[in-house]
């Protein structure tokens, strides 16, 4: 059996190339329009072009999404943005709206399935293959039974599932609430995420009892998707890929969530039979902004696991630098990215396989220019020396004093 493709989100350049240092096979990524996440940077034409000599250099796929839901005054828009694209740029482009499969076949462009779609039996994937379709990304709600079947029973085909990032409450994402609300499409992108919000609720002659926190409570709140404890589980259906969510997250989650799924994914490749899920996976992922974790429809589920009512979030490790580059003298060139001091206490993320993160010290930190700095902001940059040693692509981290 061929090893499962690692498929990375990226709303920004900088992502991508995160996406790859710490092992993505693939990354996704949209364009300004006909994509679901108009809130990130995205990537124009030329982007793209440079986002797939980056991926093909370093032996990676680009896969490109036009998933939103496309109207009648879109169709020839979308037509003509299809005609930019190039087939040895693009590795497939990820829709959810059947017009636009014979443009991208006569394009000579390989075309993935959304899990907007709602792909959720053998016959529906069997449909979408005599449309030659090469992919379908399954509808989230499936159990691993159900999703072994859908791919027993259709060999041929590519089958992808989410393994991290945000859920939303409705079916495959398919939600009107943000459009009702506040004149914000979810399915064209623009997705207020009413659902995060605190709600009370009121019946007819009085307030009706639910779960609250300060008189409130997050009554449509998921919890996010985390399935580093079933990854094995989830491998052995056979799926071709596993995905993660978060376009519109940042370098951090990024390169975690991606370096520790790259991870179990190649144990679980070369030690199948002795897999076993390590401390650390687990402890990097909970290290992350959260809003709590389940292991969504995979296993069933109990009452209310799927949910989190409370307004409380995760906050996860704060990030306080990315280190650019080591010059002589052994300074850091580090990219601030939130304020600290220079006695904080700090640690290291490394994006190379194998290597753990590790408490420093910081020895010095000074400004370009070779003033001492005791405090430091955040988008400067700043020569640091540490601890420990540190490499181009390390992220320095806030430890718990």
Known sequence: MKKPELVAPAGTFENLLTAVECGADAVYLGPRAFSLRAGSENFDVPSIGKAADVLHAAGRKLYLTLNSIILEKDLNDAKEFIKTLKPDEVDGVIISDPALIAPLKDAGLTVHISTQVSVMNAGSAAFWGKQGIKRIVLARELSLPEIGSIVKNNSEMEFEVFAHGAMCMSVSGRCLLSDYLVGRAGNRGECAQPCRWDFSLTGKNDKMEIV?????????????LNTISIIGNILDTGVSAIKIEGRNKGVHYIAVAVKTYREAIDLWSEKRDKYQVKQEWIDDLNGLSNRGYTTGFYKELAYGQGRQYYTEKFPGVRVLGIVREVI???????????????????????????????????IEMNSIDGKKEERVAANRVVLMKFSVRVSAGNLVREAKS
């Open 212 to 224: 609250e926190e300060n008189g409130k409570t997050m009554l449509f709140n998921s919890r996010d």
């Open 328 to 362: 002589a003298g052994g300074w850091a060139v580090v990219d601030i990215k939130n304020d600290f001091m220079a006695d904080a206490n700090v640690s290291i993320f490394s994006p190379e396989k194998g290597e753990s993160s590790k408490a420093a010290q910081i």
